[in-house]
């Protein structure tokens, strides 16, 4: 079945620089992609949505990359601040299933004032 | 106002005893899902439901069963919880869309001692 890595497990920046969380995964035909933010206790929050094509898609502060050849989805948090410190999770939706979602290991992002 | 709302927020079972975790949701979404998450890890999927009055094996369904009695409501009932059972809990709903996106509770943390 599908498998999703993600990597780095933590990471640490500081604030004003950027932040760079990749996912690979091994389905080819898998057809969405979506990163996840989760702060401190609370509950993860939708950070996007990807469609299944190459792409790169702007939201607030962030890049998120999707490239299908080499199967990997990254997440590019331009000029981190202190309240982007949160996990970050990827997840996929497989070709087996079109409802199930295939989640990432995490990274623990801290930015440092 | 929260859409997904879980019950309760944290508990402390004994080894041994039957534990119910409940949720509900407002969205009017036909699927429910039940996560587990422990440190250091993603999200993998114990049990999850398209309909009222059933419910479908995930990834990880051993020692765990679940109920969804109607539309709104979908339980994670652990009969005989186990040390390794500690973990935080996530339920989520979705509408059975192709790629759809999933809105998650604020999670569970359970300790079983």
């Known amino acids: 079945g599908e498998q999703v890595e993600q990597r780095p497990p933590h990471l640490s920046v500081r604030e004003g620089d950027s932040a760079v969380i990749t996912c690979t995964y091994t389905?080819?035909?898998?057809?969405?992609f979506f990163w996840y933010k989760q702060e401190p206790g609370a509950s993860l929050q939708l950070l996007m949505k990807?469609?299944?094509?190459?792409e790169i898609n702007e939201g607030q502060g962030f890049t998120v990359l999707l490239n299908k050849k080499d199967k990997r989805l990254s997440l590019n948090l331009t000029a981190a601040h202190p309240g982007d410190s949160a996990a970050y999770f990827c997840?996929?939706?497989?070709?087996?299933?079109?409802?199930?979602?295939?989640f990432g290991s995490g990274t623990q992002l801290t930015v440092m004032p | 106002e929260a859409a997904v709302t879980q019950s309760p927020r944290s508990k402390v079972a004994v080894t041994g005893g039957k534990v119910t975790l409940s949720c509900h949701q407002t969205?009017?979404?036909?699927?429910m899902y039940w996560y587990r998450q422990d440190t250091g890890h993603g999200l993998r999927l114990i049990h999850y439901?398209?309909?009222?009055?059933?419910?479908e094996k995930g990834d990880i369904p051993d020692g765990y069963k679940a109920s969804r009695p109607s539309q709104e409501n979908f339980s994670l009932i652990l009969e005989l919880a186990s040390l390794s059972q500690t973990a935080v809990y996530f339920c989520?709903?979705?509408?059975?869309?192709?790629?759809?996106?999933?809105?998650f509770g604020e999670g569970s943390r359970l300790i079983v001692v």
């Open positions: 989520a709903s979705s509408p059975p869309v192709s790629g759809n996106t999933l809105y």
């Open positions: 389905d080819p035909n898998s057809y969405y």
């Open positions: 990807v469609f299944s094509s190459t």
């Open positions: 997840a996929v939706t497989p070709s087996s299933g079109s409802w199930q979602l295939i």
């Open positions: 969205n009017n979404h036909d699927y």
């Open positions: 439901s398209y309909v009222a009055d059933s419910t």
